[in-house]
């Protein structure tokens, strides 16, 4: 089946840096979202970036399918992005999950 | 828009006993629901997914008739833990696909924590 790998798996940075996560799958896929986990499990939605870019205040993401990546920017970053943030990608209805990166902010 | 809701968002529960867990897609119509489960500090891993009117489409090493699914209407889907045990105790999250077509986005609901004693 289809992989997800999600890096880094842990990233600790300062408050007011930038930061990127990346997502490699190994097939072409329908679609693929960005979520953010807060601390009580909530599963947000970032994007729904099948292809190109995106952009929504501090965030943006990248996709490039052709190539099997997104990417996931965050720009001044602050205490309340810290959680899990999950790439998923959906291909024949079955949808797949990375294992996540943590990113802890800093104050 | 497109809000999908879980009830309850946590239950206890004794061993042999059954829980239901339902899903509600709020201001949309749902094609297709799924159900994740979540240990702590790891990934969603996919249950199942349900089309409704039709079975569920289980993943390989869940067992359906310990995990029943039910999707009776376009809104509506449950999940029904039989005969709990202390190892059933998880996160579990579903979410909705909305009926438009080409369009494979998912809302998820904010998850219900299952503790079974």
């Known amino acids: 089946g289809i992989q997800v790998e999600q890096s880094p798996p842990d990233l600790i940075l300062q408050e007011g840096a930038n930061s990127t996560l990346r997502c490699n799958f190994s097939d072409s896929v329908n679609n693929l979202q960005w979520f953010h986990q807060n601390p009580w499990g909530q599963l947000i939605n970032l994007f729904y970036i099948p292809s190109g870019t995106k952009q929504n205040g501090r965030l943006s993401a990248t996709t490039v399918a052709t190539e099997r990546y997104s990417l996931l920017y965050i720009s001044s970053s602050q205490t309340t992005d810290s959680g899990v943030y999950f790439c998923a990608v959906d291909r024949d209805d079955k949808i797949i999950f990375g294992k996540g990166t943590r990113l802890h902010i800093l104050p | 828009g497109a809000v999908v809701s879980q009830h309850p968002s946590r239950v206890i529960c004794k061993s042999g006993t059954s829980v239901k867990i339902e899903c509600r897609s709020l201001d949309f119509q749902a094609t297709t629901m799924f159900w994740y489960r979540q240990f702590p500090k790891q990934s969603l891993m996919l249950m199942a997914t349900?089309?409704?009117?039709?079975?569920?489409?289980?993943e390989q090493g869940v067992e359906k008739d310990k995990f029943l699914i039910n999707h009776a209407s376009l809104t509506l889907s449950t999940l029904t833990v039989t005969s709990a045990h202390p190892e059933d105790s998880s996160f579990y999250i579903c979410s909705a696909r909305a009926r438009i077509p080409l369009s494979y986005e998912q809302y998820f609901g904010p998850g219900t924590r299952l503790t079974v004693t």
């Open positions: 349900s089309n409704e009117g039709s079975k569920a489409t289980y």
